[in-house]
């Protein structure tokens, strides 16, 4: 039995990889792949940054610009083919529930690209947060479900479930790899850095581990 009750993950970067190992942010990917105007994307990028907009207004912003591009479900899977699961993923979340660990996914990504990659994750995570992609009848793309817990929010998500749970946030565990885990790798118990691509991240975790397999956490954790 582990001392650590939750173990939270993040998606981009963490439970997802690329092929080419070049990885960041499924969004830029997905704009990049539906030939979206990245200045455009950039302009509203900052505006949220600013302050000026909410992530919600930024992601309805983005989503719209896919959604008036026509994209269609099949669209996302073919983008699934420049993705992997991160080495040692699957071995990895199995061994935490093995030891009685509860799951949990706080991303800003979407749904579709893990869900095509590891169709029977929610039979494996207790909670998933990030955001839900909408079709219509034909699988074109309508919308979205968007998250409220990214950027700073993410932490508000791991109180929610540690309160819930009756877990004190000592026994629990993120690990990220970007600048929007910094904020909840500070409240848990056990911050890791995976992969890491932010040096503020790096500073606030309590390890940082550079090989790219999930299956490094799991002496920490057990």
């Known amino acids: 039995m582990s001392r650590f009750k939750l173990v939270c993950f993040d998606?981009?970067?963490?439970?997802?990889?690329?092929?080419?190992?070049?990885?960041e942010y499924s969004w830029e990917l997905l704009h990049n792949h539906f030939t979206i105007d990245k200045d455009v994307c950039e302009a509203v990028k900052k505006?949220?940054?600013?302050?000026?907009?909410?992530?919600?207004?930024?992601?309805?912003?983005?989503?719209?610009?896919?959604?008036?591009?026509?994209?269609?479900?099949?669209?996302?899977?073919?983008?699934?083919?420049?993705?992997k699961l991160m080495a040692g993923a699957r071995e990895t979340l199995m061994e935490l529930k093995k030891a009685g660990c509860k799951l949990a996914i706080v991303s800003g990504s979407v749904d579709i690209l893990l869900g095509t990659l590891m169709p029977d994750y929610k039979e494996i995570f207790d909670d998933v947060f990030f955001s839900h992609l909408t079709f219509d009848a034909n699988?074109?793309?309508?919308?979205?479900?968007?998250?409220?817990?990214?950027?700073?929010?993410?932490a508000d998500a791991l109180r929610l479930i540690a309160k819930r749970e009756g877990i004190s946030l000592s026994e629990c565990v993120h690990i990220g790899d970007h600048h929007n885990d910094v904020e909840i790798a500070k409240i848990a118990g056990l911050g890791i850095a995976f992969n890491c691509k932010d040096d503020e991240l790096r500073e606030v975790a309590d390890v940082e581990i550079k090989k790219k397999d999930l299956r490094e956490v799991l002496e920490l954790i057990l």
Do not use: P
């Open 11 to 23: 998606v981009d970067g963490t439970l997802i990889d690329s092929v080419s190992n070049d990885f």
């Open 47 to 83: 505006k949220f940054f600013s302050g000026s907009i909410s992530y919600q207004e930024w992601a309805d912003h983005d989503i719209g610009m896919w959604v008036s591009h026509g994209v269609t479900r099949q669209d996302f899977v073919s983008v699934c083919k420049k993705l």
């Open 139 to 154: 699988d074109k793309l309508t919308g979205a479900e968007v998250t409220q817990f990214d950027m700073i929010k993410k």
